[in-house]
């Protein structure tokens, strides 16, 4: 149930023809592409089982495309301490991980088999690797925006994946190409890229510029590693008991305090007082994230509505050697830190609080933007992003929402959609949001 666009419509055939020929390909979009619904459509029209392997913090979002785009699809997600493999389904979707320690998975027969953000298997000789190579399957296919990271043995194992010898052995390819085209052999590289040019789709966001509407907008879903899950689970349980005694008695603000507890708890426990647990699941999926975007060249906002999040966000950029810049209530030099980022190759991050930075900017070096916590109001969001997405902006923008899986924030996104003519007011305050809710709404936030 999806529109393909042009771009898209192309490497679903891709995928297709490769298929009815019993090859595999490399799917090399830019992020924010739609790789995961070409594959999507492909896997599909292939029938019979899938399996999808991806990182542990993207399997919600494997399950909520497939649940979303194939209404009807029977999906397991084998994931956790009390997996069940269910014969059953059309679409398994498991983790690396898992891959690597269940050999359950390799004992199947698959008709397709997906391996999403294949550079985790870009070290041939690691486990994880060694375990995907075993996976049987008629059909292999593998997603990532960034197919080279740093040697051509990663690219040589990920085609072993898909088409186990087509590039010979490993000793044979590096003698071959790889240690020829490091030498900076022209002749050894224009052989490399006609040798695996019809198995390899690479289009980035330039690319496919004009079938891109001006903007698109994501939602990824964050899952919460065990000591986060753990504080939100002991913040939410207080709450729950509280709330529905507050709104009896009509104190809007301080629901509203424990909706802010428990925001804050899903973005990061080290947000809220006392000595937390420094783990975080939403952070995890943004560091990745902003690896492929550094990476691929573009350049990114990141909203948050705290800076005490943007603290954690910068001192986890600084650990990642990714360069970026501020902007808060306290940045006193507002034009100049602007102009540094605007300047050509100035710095690929910005950090920006929803409050200081969500009007009045022109941001169009950046491509993508991300909100890490999402807002009651979505009109305030969509502020955010036309920091980026305005006059002058010559690229599409990506808007990518990232959201805490199984928690009050996905409440908050459902009554978004619900009680859009209210979410899409000019609302003043959260104050007076909340008061135009009924009493329904603000507990279904919280169950």
């Given amino acids: 149930v999806a529109t393909l666009r042009p771009y898209q419509e192309t490497g679903f055939r891709w995928l297709r023809f490769l298929m009815k020929a019993g090859l595999g390909g490399i799917l090399a979009d830019d992020m924010g592409l739609g790789k995961t619904l070409q594959a999507l459509c492909a896997m599909d029209a292939a029938g019979g089982r899938a399996l999808v392997v991806a990182p542990t913090s993207v399997l919600g979002n494997w399950q909520a495309e497939a649940e979303r785009f194939l209404p009807g699809i029977r999906v397991c997600r084998f994931h956790g301490p ?3 493999l269910d014969a059953s389904a059309d679409l398994v979707v498991t983790s690396y991980a898992l891959l690597r320690l269940d050999d359950s998975l390799r004992e199947q027969h698959w008709t ?4 999403d953000e294949a550079q985790a298997i870009k070290n041939p000789e690691s486990q994880t690797a060694q375990a995907a190579f075993q996976l049987k399957a008629e059909h292999r296919f593998s997603l990532t925006g960034t197919p080279i990271e740093n040697r051509l043995d990663e690219l040589w194992s990920q085609l072993h994946f898909v088409m186990p010898g087509f590039l010979g052995g490993r000793k044979g390819f590096q003698e071959r190409y790889a240690r020829e085209v490091e030498r900076g052999d022209r002749a050894a590289a224009r052989a490399l890229r006609a040798r695996i040019r019809p198995f390899v789709l690479r289009r980035l966001k330039k690319d496919v510029a004009k079938d891109l509407p001006p903007r698109t907008d994501i939602v990824l879903r964050c899952p919460l590693p065990e000591e986060q899950r753990k504080v939100y689970e002991a913040v939410h ?4 008991g509280e709330v529905a005694a507050l709104l009896g008695d009509g104190k809007a603000l301080a629901v509203l305090e424990l909706l802010l507890r428990l925001r804050q708890a899903a973005c990061h426990p080290r947000l809220l007082p006392g000595d937390r647990p420094d783990e975080s699941g939403k952070l995890d999926v943004l560091l990745e994230n902003l690896d492929e975007v550094v990476a691929s060249g573009s350049r990114a906002l990141v909203f948050s509505q705290w800076t005490g999040f943007l603290d954690l966000i910068g001192e986890a950029l600084d650990r990642n050697d ?3 810049l501020r902007l808060d209530g ?3 030099d507002r034009d100049g830190v602007v ?5 050509e190759g100035g710095p690929p ?4 609080s929803l409050k200081a930075g969500g009007t009045g900017l022109n941001l169009t070096a950046a491509d993508y933007v991300f909100h890490t916590d999402p807002w009651w109001n979505p009109a305030v969001e969509d502020q955010a992003v036309d920091r980026a997405h305005r006059i002058g902006q010559d690229k599409p923008v990506i808007s990518v929402k990232l959201i805490a899986e199984d928690t009050v924030e996905e409440g908050i996104l459902k009554l978004q959609e619900r009680k859009r003519a209210i979410a899409q007011a000019a609302i003043g305050t959260e104050e007076q949001f909340v008061r135009g809710l009924d009493k329904s709404d603000l507990l279904a936030v919280f169950d």
């Fill in 339 to 343: 102009a540094r980022f605007q300047a």
């Fill in 349 to 352: 991050v910005f950090l920006i």
């Fill in 112 to 115: 397709t088999v997906v391996l």
């Fill in 82 to 84: 009390k997996r069940h």
């Fill in 322 to 324: 990714i360069a970026h």
């Fill in 330 to 332: 306290g940045t006193r």
């Fill in 237 to 240: 349980g207080a709450a729950r």
